[in-house]
């Protein structure tokens, strides 16, 4: 059975440093990329990034590019997404999901198909 | 970017309703659309890839359509545990993957 299972919920102070994790099992977590994705309070999915554990190759969107860090020790098949300055606007809840491509009528298709469980993170003062 | 916009925001429709969502890209994304749903405090789930294809396990009552920049999600008969918020995402900028802003369904 997949499965990706995230770190527990976390509560910072602005300007503490944050690392989170997600393992994932009942695959081949090397062949799979992994992607973050953020869910402020009350708003929508974000996506934030993305990393194939197989080589550490990792692609920001441009709204978190500089304000996060991905990364991925494959030995653990574990991802992570970390801060190094937490934000009081950083509080949300973050999801890792799992990218699978399928090949389907002639063309390429590319989804999330199995999500953590979320990690909630408070940043307040 | 590719920015996704989708109406309507919200709407409230009855147990046994035809539901449609609609989703918009701003250039061209072919095929290569996903929907998902989320429940309060859940994860989303994925229903349909590649603009209509249905996910396994997922009910026959969703259903999408659509190519190019216009998409369709539509539940042919609304259950009472299909309330809940729908996301479009695009993935023709692979590996970057922009949602739209979402579609509360909730109950009349």
């Known amino acids: 059975e997949v499965q990706l299972v995230q770190s527990g919920a976390e509560v910072k102070k602005p300007g503490e440093s944050l690392k989170i994790s997600c393992k994932g099992s009942?695959?081949?977590?090397?062949?799979?990329?992994i992607g973050w994705v953020r869910q402020m309070p009350g708003k929508g999915l974000e996506w934030m990034g993305i990393?194939?554990?197989?080589?550490?190759?990792?692609r920001y969107s441009p709204s978190f590019q500089g304000q996060v860090t991905i990364s991925a020790d494959k030995s653990i098949s574990t991802a992570y997404l970390q801060w190094s300055s937490l934000k009081a606007s950083d509080t949300a809840m973050y999801y890792c999901?799992?990218?699978?491509?399928?090949?389907?009528?002639?063309?390429?298709?590319?989804?999330?198909?199995?999500w953590g469980q979320g990690t909630l993170v408070t940043v307040s003062s | 970017d590719i920015q996704m916009t989708q109406s309507p925001s919200s709407l409230s429709a009855s147990v046994g309703d035809r539901v449609t969502i609609t989703c918009r890209a701003s250039?061209?994304?072919?095929?290569?659309l996903n929907w998902y749903q989320q429940k309060p405090g859940k994860a989303p789930k994925l229903l349909i890839y590649?603009?209509?294809s249905l996910q396994s396990g997922v009910p026959s009552r969703f259903s999408g359509s659509g190519s190019g920049t216009d998409f369709t999600l539509t539940i042919s008969s609304l259950q009472p545990e299909d309330f809940a918020t729908y996301y479009c995402?695009?993935?023709?900028?692979?590996?970057?993957?922009?949602f739209g802003p979402g579609t509360k369904v909730d109950i009349k």
């Open positions: 999901a799992r990218r699978t491509v399928t090949y389907d009528y002639g063309d390429y298709a590319y989804y999330f198909d199995y």
């Open positions: 009942g695959y081949s977590f090397t062949s799979y990329w």
């Open positions: 990393i194939y554990p197989g080589d550490s190759d990792t």
């Open positions: 250039q061209s994304i072919s095929s290569y």
């Open positions: 590649a603009a209509s």
């Open positions: 995402q695009q993935s023709y900028s692979t590996p970057g993957f922009t």
